[in-house]
C-alpha cells in the first residue's frame, strides 16, 4: 500500500512537472519561526517580510505590496499583505493563500509555529515549484498580515489583511477572475487531520478531498467538521469560490494552539507536504 501511494505521488508529480518537498517546506517554516514572536508592524515581522521577499525573487513571479494600516483595539496598526503571481494566458486565476502574522500575546513568547509558520512554510516551497509548473492560469500566492485577533475575535477584530485585500480586489476586477481561492492554515501539525469546513464552497470542497483520496492522503482530511472563520471569510462574502484548509485539533484537546507550545517540534515534513501535494494537483484540476 505505501509503496502504492509513493508511485501515484510520483506520477503525479512528473505530470504537473513539479516535486513539492515537505523537508523544505519545513526548513522555511523553521526559518519563518526563528525570528521569533510576529505580530503584525513588530521587528520581527518586518524582519520576515523581507526574508519572503527575497525568496521570491528567486523565482519567476511578479511580487507587490499591499500595505494598509488597520484600525485594531490597542491602535492604528500598519499591515502589509505580499502577493506573488506567477502570470498565465487564460485570463482566470487560482489563488492559494495563509497567514504569516502570530498572534500578539504580550507576557508570553508564542512563536506560532504551526498557527502562521506552517501556511508561510507551504507558500514558500509552492513559489519555489510553481515555475517548474505548467499552468494556464494566473496563479497567486498572498501572504496575509494581521489574521489574529488582538482582543476577543470578532468581525472587526480579525482577518485584517484579508479583508483588505478582498475589497481591494473586488474594486479593481481582480476577484471576477478568481476559479478558485484556497486557503492554508494551521496544517503541519505531525498528527495531520483536516477538518470539512462547512462555511466553504461545497464544490471545492469535494474537490480537494477527493484529490486527496486518490493521492492515496484520504485518512488526513476527514469526513467530519464544523464552520469557522478564516481568512477566506472575505471571500466568500464577495461571492469567491473559497475553501479554508486547517486542522483544528492541536494536541491533545488542541491544547498547542494559542499557547507556547505551538513550536517546531509539534511539526512534520510529512504533513507539509501532504497539503503541498494535494494543492499543486488541484490547481492542475482546475484548469480542466
Known amino acids: ?128 515549484v510553481l515555475p517548474r509548473t505548467s499552468h494556464g492560469d494566473d496563479i497567486y500566492l498572498v501572504f496575509f498580515d494581521g489574521e489574529e485577533a488582538y482582543g476577543q475575535w470578532s468581525e472587526a477584530d480579525s482577518l485584517y489583511g484579508s479583508r483588505h485585500l478582498a475589497d481591494r480586489w473586488s ?33 471545492l470542497r469535494l474537490l480537494v478531498w477527493d484529490t486527496a483520496r486518490e493521492l492515496g492522503y484520504g485518512n488526513y482530511f476527514l469526513n467530519s467538521g464544523f464552520a469557522t472563520e478564516d481568512d477566506h471569510m472575505p471571500f466568500l462574502q464577495h461571492g469567491v469560490n473559497a475553501l479554508d484548509l486547517i486542522d483544528f485539533d492541536y494536541g491533545p484537546n488542541n491544547e498547542n494552539w494559542h499557547t507556547e507550545k505551538d513550536t517546531m517540534d509539534k511539526l512534520s515534513a510529512h504533513s507539509l507536504e501532504v497539503v503541498g501535494n494535494v494543492l499543486l494537483n488541484v490547481i492542475h484540476k482546475l484548469e480542466k
Open 171 to 203: 474594486k479593481d476586477g481582480t476577484l471576477a477572475k478568481i476559479r478558485a481561492l484556497i486557503n492554508v492554515d494551521m496544517i503541519g501539525d505531525k498528527d495531520l487531520g483536516i477538518l470539512q469546513e462547512m462555511n466553504s464552497s461545497p464544490s
Open 1 to 128: 500500500m505505501q509503496r502504492s501511494k509513493a508511485w501515484l505521488v510520483l506520477w503525479a508529480s512528473l505530470a504537473l512537472g513539479a516535486d513539492f518537498s515537505g523537508t523544505s517546506a519545513l526548513e522555511y517554516t523553521r526559518k519563518a519561526v526563528a525570528f521569533g514572536p510576529r505580530p503584525p508592524g513588530s521587528p520581527a515581522i518586518h524582519k520576515l517580510q523581507a526574508f519572503i521577499e527575497t525568496q521570491l525573487k528567486s523565482t519567476r513571479c511578479e511580487i507587490s505590496s499591499d500595505a494598509f494600516t488597520a484600525a485594531t483595539p490597542v491602535g492604528n496598526v500598519s499591515m502589509q499583505n505580499i502577493i506573488a503571481k506567477f502570470p498565465g494566458k487564460s485570463g482566470r486565476a487560482t489563488v492559494i493563500t495563509g497567514h504569516y502574522d502570530s498572534k500578539s500575546m504580550p507576557g508570553k513568547i508564542f512563536l506560532g509555529a504551526n498557527d502562521g509558520g506552517s501556511s508561510t512554510g507551504v507558500l514558500l516551497e509552492l513559489a519555489r
